[in-house]
């Protein structure tokens, strides 16, 4: 059929009231369902019913994603009571086939038993595209259409960003991307720049299992930190896989090799207006186009309508982008409140509203998410990670243990992290009724774990924080979104959605429902971002804190150290941060190259803010080389401390000990507190007595002290001083060891205050300060290297070595310490890895092997 007319005819359907009642009246019977209500009224005739199934065969032949989505919808909807219908069975498969959907066939043939057969044309149709639309290099995997039109693109452009939804499979595209890119000649080294530390292991985890064996046998390796020159004696080349911070470390290192692609994944991150980092992101990114100016360029974001402002804010052709709205799977949104006992439909752009019986019957919200999440497995989005273990404790209590089989991979992974964090940490716990929470600051073999269990079915509740935000990859049937914040802050739109779009796991349902959930007159007071999913428009930090004179302003007053009244604090450490960074490009004018940022403001006619920045950046001893490494520091505060170095003229007084013991720790600790003036630049450590904590802390994380050892020695030391334990801010009374709420609570303190203040806070001023005596006296007399210390939790350098191979800090701690004898090393530097040996030797039981197994494959 012409495509023309098929759009035509497509445009009339949608605007067709008679389609539309009956699509009103499907999804009235899904809500019916779900919430245990009458279907007698609702049901589809005959005819209505077969009308329906034509109305998804002429939608699926458009080009529009919207029609697309809407042809998917139908059958998604009538599955259930409908599955077993021969004509259902028929339309539902010739719909897939057209949509180019192979995961929704597949699961109509294997959970559905679908054995129909396709009319001649459209099976002809499939095959063709089975064949074409192959995944290079693979068995059986097959784009779905949107996949390769965006595949297409991907491989005949140098610089493309794009966005879909949550549910797309971007970062399946992006890999088999990398695939093809692996083959170029010549070879080419490849950084992904990913948000989290989290992110860095996952997508270590999925290269190394769909990529291993093309990233050996074309001679590349993964790294996941800028600390390489240990590796540069193989003549390999490289995968990194970096967060801003370790790429702009990166960068700073003049004998690193050259870059030739850079895929940004999440880049909706430099648009997250109250995060300090989304100018990092933005800076990493900046200075390795300016570092490797003919790199190739993708950026890969969720939801996002206008993913050309990520090219744009680089100065980079805008119309290489792509977006869709075509899904794999569909979605089903509730809003439920409890207070007022009603639940709001969200069809379209209609919301029927209806209030079920078991609301009232059921009461709270815990039996609630039970009730709709029986048969399932369901995420429980919590605001804060104190809220998240509240609720999964809570959760547990309604939980019938007779009703939970616990199989024996929960009782092996409860063992391990009794062994690996303690004895009565709550999650071991609540994994035997099928509970678990999932947060950033959970060791990362925990979370792999946990991560694991959920994926595998041995977990049905997982209660979680923003972590799924960064883009973990937790697909689930159901998610139940009990605030609408992320943290303190409202949703974002994008935010929003790119949670909510986790509904729906592609091969194993054909849709998932996201349950709002309002039990507390203070949450879910705005409801508009519900609505919002297909107009999301994001606008990068730095171009939304120069856009308008109001802000400029700002940044002019931060110029001039003048104070910013009524901003927040975060508000105030973004614009200083901006203005670093004009400060710091102002002197690259001379040398002929004009950032992003310079060249904006010339057209903005701000030359009088350009030359109070080029003023206040000529008074600069310090380098540029430091400052270009340093930029979320105070300017002012980095060149003080450099000058103060160069003063200083005896090395031994400056140089940072080569033993890190307590003493050490805390002397340099209270040196730092007055040479960065932590009192008025960090929240954190505002109390300089704190010190004496963290140089306690620092001095075991240094030393290699395992976590359980840590933790172990924190309770003694509570318990013998009698100290006082502190929960959600309040005294709690002296510390009992007996108290699980005490014991947890320390943990979660001792694992949060590692990965945000020694290996955040700290590590960003060790790294500057190290930087700046490296620039003084050449990197052989520059003496230890604290930050990198820091960033690895050990002075070790074959521990070093196995982390930047993508282990954690125990498991190459533990590789060291029971399996040594199964690596290769020459000169106290690691060679390589006896396989064979390491993995008859270790220990199938110990929560170290599976990633092992992971990373080294097997």
Same mark, same amino acid.
């Given at each position: 059929?012409?495509?023309?007319?098929?759009? #035509?005819?497509?445009?009339?359907?949608?605007?067709?009231?008679?389609?539309?009642?009956?699509?009103?009246?499907?999804?009235?019977?899904?809500?019916?369902?779900?919430?245990?209500?009458?279907?007698?009224?609702?049901?589809?005739?005959?005819?209505?019913?077969?009308? +329906?199934?034509?109305?998804?065969?002429?939608?699926?032949?458009?080009?529009?994603?919207?029609?697309?989505?809407?042809?998917?919808?139908?059958?998604?909807?009538?599955?259930?009571?409908?599955?077993?219908?021969?004509?259902?069975?028929?339309?539902?498969?010739?719909?897939?086939?057209?949509?180019?959907?192979?995961?929704?066939?597949?699961?109509?043939?294997?959970?559905?038993?679908?054995?129909?057969?396709?009319?001649?044309?459209?099976?002809?149709?499939?095959?063709? #595209?089975?064949?074409?639309?192959?995944?290079?290099?693979?068995?059986?995997?097959?784009?779905?259409?949107?996949?390769?039109?965006?595949?297409? #693109?991907?491989?005949?452009?140098?610089?493309?960003?794009?966005?879909?939804?949550?549910?797309?499979?971007?970062?399946? &595209?992006?890999?088999?991307?990398?695939?093809?890119?692996?083959?170029?000649?010549?070879?080419?080294? +490849?950084? &992904?720049?990913?948000? =989290?530390?989290?992110?860095?292991?996952?997508?270590?985890?999925?290269?190394?299992?769909?990529?291993?064996?093309?990233?050996?046998?074309?001679?590349?390796?993964?790294?996941?930190?800028?600390?390489?020159?240990?590796?540069?004696?193989?003549?390999?080349?490289?995968?990194?896989?970096?967060?801003?911070?370790?790429?702009?470390?990166?960068?700073?290192?003049?004998?690193?090799?050259?870059?030739?692609? &850079?895929?940004?994944?999440?880049?909706?991150?430099?648009?997250?207006?109250?995060?300090?980092?989304?100018?990092?992101?933005?800076?990493?990114?900046?200075?390795?186009?300016?570092?490797?100016?003919?790199?190739?360029?993708?950026?890969?974001?969720?939801?996002?309508?206008?993913?050309?402002?990520?090219?744009?804010?680089?100065?980079?052709?805008?119309?290489?982008?792509?977006?869709?709205?075509?899904?794999?799977?569909?979605?089903? +949104?509730?809003?439920?409140?409890?207070?007022?006992?009603?639940?709001?439909?969200?069809?379209?752009?209609?919301?029927?509203?209806?209030?079920?019986?078991?609301?009232?019957?059921?009461?709270?919200?815990?039996?609630?998410?039970?009730?709709?999440?029986?048969?399932?497995?369901?995420?429980?989005?919590?605001?804060?990670? =104190?809220?998240?273990?509240?609720?999964?404790?809570?959760?547990?209590?309604?939980?019938?243990?007779?009703?939970?089989?616990?199989?024996?991979?929960?009782?092996?992974?409860?063992?391990?992290?009794?062994?690996?964090?303690?004895?009565?940490?709550?999650?071991?716990?609540?994994?035997?009724?099928?509970?678990?929470?999932?947060?950033?600051?959970?060791?990362?073999?925990?979370?792999?774990?946990?991560?694991?269990?959920?994926?595998?079915?041995?977990?049905?509740?997982?209660?979680?924080?923003?972590?799924?935000?960064?883009?973990?990859?937790?697909?689930?049937?159901?998610?139940?979104?009990?605030?609408?914040?992320?943290?303190?802050?409202?949703?974002?739109?994008?935010?929003?959605?790119?949670?909510?779009?986790?509904?729906?796991?592609?091969?194993?349902?054909?849709?998932?429902?996201?349950?709002?959930?309002?039990?507390?007159?203070?949450?879910?007071?705005?409801?508009?971002?519900?609505?919002?999913?297909?107009?999301?428009?994001?606008?990068?930090?730095?171009?939304?804190?120069?856009?308008?004179?109001?802000?400029?302003?700002?940044?002019?007053?931060?110029?001039?150290?003048?104070?910013?009244?009524?901003?927040?604090?975060?508000?105030?450490?973004?614009?200083?941060?901006?203005?670093?960074?004009?400060?710091?490009?102002?002197?690259?004018?001379?040398?002929?190259y004009q950032s992003p940022v310079i060249q904006k403001l010339i057209e903005k006619n701000k030359s009088e803010l350009i030359s109070i920045a080029q003023n206040k950046a000529e008074k600069l001893k310090i380098p540029l080389s430091v400052l270009n490494s340093n930029q979320s520091i105070d300017i002012e505060i980095q060149n003080k401390v450099y000058n103060s170095i160069i003063e200083r003229k005896d090395t031994s007084s400056v140089l940072l000990p080569k033993k890190v013991d307590y003493y050490n720790c805390l002397e340099v600790l209270l040196q730092f507190y007055d040479y960065y003036e932590w009192s008025k630049k960090e929240k954190n450590l505002?109390?300089?007595?704190?010190?004496?904590?963290?140089?306690?802390?620092?001095?075991?994380?240094?030393?290699?002290?395992?976590?359980?050892?840590?933790?172990?020695?924190?309770?003694?030391?509570?318990?013998?001083?009698?100290?006082?334990?502190?929960?959600?801010?309040?005294?709690?009374?002296?510390?009992?060891?007996?108290?699980?709420e005490h014991i947890n609570t320390l943990i979660s303190n001792i694992i949060e205050d590692i990965e945000g203040t020694l290996r955040y806070s700290f590590e960003k001023y060790f790294t500057h300060y190290y930087a700046s005596l490296v620039e003084i006296f050449g990197e052989e007399n520059a003496g230890a290297n604290w930050s990198q210390f820091l960033e690895y939790g050990t002075q070790n350098r074959l521990s070093i070595a196995l982390q930047n191979l993508g282990v954690s800090r125990h498991t190459a701690n533990y590789i060291l310490e029971k399996h040594k004898n199964a690596l290769i090393i020459e000169n106290n530097k690691l060679k390589g890895i006896?396989?064979?040996?390491?993995?008859?030797?270790?220990?199938?039981?110990?929560?170290?092997?599976?990633?092992?197994?992971?990373?080294?494959?097997?």
């Amino acid at each position: 059929m012409n495509a023309i007319l098929i759009d #035509k005819l497509t445009e009339d359907v949608l605007k067709d009231q008679y389609f539309k009642d009956l699509f009103f009246k499907a999804s009235n019977l899904l809500s019916a369902e779900l919430f245990n209500l009458p279907t007698r009224d609702i049901e589809l005739t005959e005819q209505e019913y077969v009308h +329906l199934l034509r109305f998804a065969d002429i939608l699926s032949n458009s080009s529009d994603s919207k029609a697309r989505n809407k042809s998917y919808q139908i059958i998604s909807i009538l599955n259930h009571a409908y599955k077993e219908d021969p004509t259902y069975r028929t339309y539902s498969k010739a719909v897939f086939a057209k949509l180019g959907n192979f995961p929704a066939i597949e699961y109509l043939e294997k959970k559905d038993k679908n054995p129909a057969q396709l009319p001649f044309d459209r099976n002809l149709e499939k095959t063709a #595209k089975e064949i074409i639309q192959s995944v290079p290099d693979t068995e059986g995997l097959i784009f779905t259409d949107i996949q390769y039109a965006l595949f297409t #693109k991907l491989k005949n452009s140098k610089l493309f960003s794009f966005s879909g939804p949550t549910s797309m499979g971007k970062s399946f &595209i992006i890999k088999s991307f990398i695939r093809e890119v692996l083959r170029n000649t010549p070879r080419e080294n +490849l950084v &992904i720049m990913v948000p =989290t530390r989290a992110l860095i292991n996952q997508f270590t985890l999925d290269l190394k299992s769909e990529l291993g064996k093309y990233i050996e046998e074309y001679g590349y390796k993964i790294v996941t930190n800028s600390n390489v020159s240990d590796l540069l004696e193989d003549n390999s080349n490289y995968i990194f896989i970096l967060t801003p911070e370790r790429l702009l470390s990166y960068l700073s290192k003049k004998d690193n090799p050259s870059l030739g692609f &850079i895929f940004v994944d999440e880049a909706h991150k430099i648009a997250s207006h109250n995060d300090l980092r989304s100018v990092t992101a933005y800076k990493a990114i900046e200075k390795t186009l300016q570092t490797f100016t003919d790199i190739n360029l993708y950026f890969a974001s969720p939801n996002v309508s206008n993913p050309e402002i990520f090219l744009e804010v680089f100065n980079k052709n805008p119309t290489r982008n792509f977006h869709t709205v075509e899904a794999p799977v569909s979605q089903n +949104l509730f809003f439920i409140n409890m207070l007022e006992l009603s639940v709001s439909h969200y069809i379209d752009d209609y919301i029927k509203i209806f209030n079920p019986g078991l609301l009232s019957d059921l009461r709270e919200t815990n039996n609630l998410i039970k009730y709709l999440g029986k048969n399932d497995y369901n995420i429980v989005y919590c605001n804060s990670k =104190t809220t998240t273990i509240e609720k999964s404790f809570q959760f547990t209590n309604i939980v019938n243990k007779e009703e939970f089989l616990i199989s024996q991979e929960t009782k092996k992974a409860i063992k391990q992290i009794k062994s690996y964090i303690h004895e009565d940490f709550y999650l071991a716990s609540f994994l035997e009724v099928g509970v678990a929470y999932h947060f950033g600051s959970l060791p990362q073999l925990v979370r792999n774990l946990v991560e694991n269990l959920y994926r595998e079915g041995h977990v049905k509740y997982l209660f979680c924080t923003s972590t799924l935000l960064e883009g973990v990859n937790l697909p689930t049937k159901n998610i139940f979104i009990l605030v609408n914040k992320n943290g303190r802050s409202q949703f974002t739109d994008i935010d929003f959605w790119n949670l909510a779009g986790r509904a729906g796991r592609l091969k194993k349902e054909l849709s998932g429902n996201i349950y709002c959930i309002k039990d507390d007159a203070s949450n879910w007071k705005n409801t508009t971002v519900l609505q919002q999913k297909d107009n999301i428009k994001l606008k990068a930090t730095i171009n939304k804190k120069t856009d308008t004179e109001k802000d400029l302003k700002k940044i002019e007053k931060t110029l001039l150290n003048k104070d910013i009244k009524n901003a927040t604090l975060t508000e105030k450490e973004i614009l200083e941060y901006i203005a670093n960074i004009i400060c710091i490009d102002t002197l690259k004018i001379d040398r002929g190259y004009q950032s992003p940022v310079i060249q904006k403001l010339i057209e903005k006619n701000k030359s009088e803010l350009i030359s109070i920045a080029q003023n206040k950046a000529e008074k600069l001893k310090i380098p540029l080389s430091v400052l270009n490494s340093n930029q979320s520091i105070d300017i002012e505060i980095q060149n003080k401390v450099y000058n103060s170095i160069i003063e200083r003229k005896d090395t031994s007084s400056v140089l940072l000990p080569k033993k890190v013991d307590y003493y050490n720790c805390l002397e340099v600790l209270l040196q730092f507190y007055d040479y960065y003036e932590w009192s008025k630049k960090e929240k954190n450590l505002k109390n300089r007595s704190s010190l004496s904590y963290f140089a306690l802390l620092m001095n075991q994380w240094i030393n290699g002290t395992s976590l359980n050892q840590i933790i172990k020695e924190s309770i003694d030391y509570y318990e013998s001083n009698g100290r006082h334990i502190y929960i959600a801010h309040e005294d709690a009374g002296i510390f009992n060891k007996n108290n699980k709420e005490h014991i947890n609570t320390l943990i979660s303190n001792i694992i949060e205050d590692i990965e945000g203040t020694l290996r955040y806070s700290f590590e960003k001023y060790f790294t500057h300060y190290y930087a700046s005596l490296v620039e003084i006296f050449g990197e052989e007399n520059a003496g230890a290297n604290w930050s990198q210390f820091l960033e690895y939790g050990t002075q070790n350098r074959l521990s070093i070595a196995l982390q930047n191979l993508g282990v954690s800090r125990h498991t190459a701690n533990y590789i060291l310490e029971k399996h040594k004898n199964a690596l290769i090393i020459e000169n106290n530097k690691l060679k390589g890895i006896n396989k064979n040996k390491l993995f008859a030797d270790v220990d199938k039981t110990n929560i170290e092997y599976e990633e092992i197994k992971s990373i080294f494959g097997y």
